[in-house]
Antibody, heavy 123, light 111 residues
Framework: EVQLLDSGGGLVQPGGSLRLSCTAS????????MSWVRQAPGKGLEWASL????????YYADSVKGRFTISRDNSKNTLFLQMNSLRAEDTAVYYC????????????????WGQGTMVTVSS | QSVLTQPPSVSGAPGQRVTISCTGS?????????VQWYQQLPGTAPKLLIY???NRPSGVPDRFSGSKSGTSASLAITGLQAEDEADYYC???????????FGGGTKLTVL
């Protein structure tokens, strides 16, 4: 079964750091680009970051650029999101998502989603 | 404010047809980038419903269909069922932002 399992969320103070993980199974993780998408409580979806299959290209939304770092370990089928200098407005459920098409990885759909992990930034 | 604009809510009776619009601009939908649609049931992760403007992944009923024209796209749901009650999001790529963008979401209520 194709599956993504998000973990690492929790309560953190403003200015603090947190590292999210996403473990993949049921597909060849190393050939697909991956993304993080977040959803603030009661709000809509917001794309946060994208990483290429090999990890050499990364992209960020302006709202997280310079504070968040996306990375991956293909030997362990795992995607990461290092979040630094966290703010109250970063409070959200964070989903990892697989990009559907290997050749259109910059612009294609998110076809598999993790269950999400909640990040709460509060003092 | 979202880059892609959707109506906050739509509703319909069981068996009816409803449509949800998604309006973009020349830097995303109007630039030729594909539109995707996602369904999010309460308390769950989003699920891909339509990709490439009008293609359904395996397992998605043909009651769901998508279309695109100019700077807009639409999701149509026919034969409305109670289990269709959910939030629906459109998504595309924006060349000015160099990343994916979502609509604000539309809550579908089945009366």
């Amino acid at each position: 079964e194709v599956q993504l399992l998000d973990s690492g969320g929790g309560l953190v103070q403003p200015g603090g750091s947190l590292r999210l993980s996403c473990t993949a199974s049921g597909f060849t993780f190393s050939i697909y680009a991956m993304s993080w998408v977040r959803q603030a409580p009661g709000k809509g979806l917001e794309w946060a970051s994208l990483i290429s299959d090999g990890g050499d290209s990364t992209y960020y939304a302006d709202s997280v650029k310079g504070r968040f770092t996306i990375s991956r370990d293909n030997s362990k089928n795992t995607l990461f999101l290092q979040m630094n200098s966290l703010r109250a407005e970063d409070t959200a459920v964070y989903y990892c998502a697989k990009i559907r098409d290997v050749s259109r990885w910059r612009i294609d759909a998110f076809d598999i989603w993790g269950q999400g992990t909640m990040v709460t930034v509060s003092s | 404010q979202s880059v892609l604009t959707q109506p906050p809510s739509v509703s319909g009776a069981p068996g009816q047809r409803v449509t949800i619009s998604c309006t973009g601009s020349r830097s995303n939908i109007g630039a030729g980038y594909d539109v995707q649609w996602y369904q999010q049931l309460p308390g769950t992760a989003p699920k891909l419903l339509i990709y490439g403007n009008s293609n359904r992944p395996s397992g998605v009923p043909d009651r769901f269909s998508g279309s695109k024209s100019g700077t807009s796209a639409s999701l149509a749901i026919t034969g409305l069922q109670a289990e269709d009650e959910a939030d629906y999001y459109c998504q595309s790529y924006d060349t000015s932002l160099s990343g994916s963008v979502f609509g604000g979401g539309t809550k579908l209520t089945v009366l």
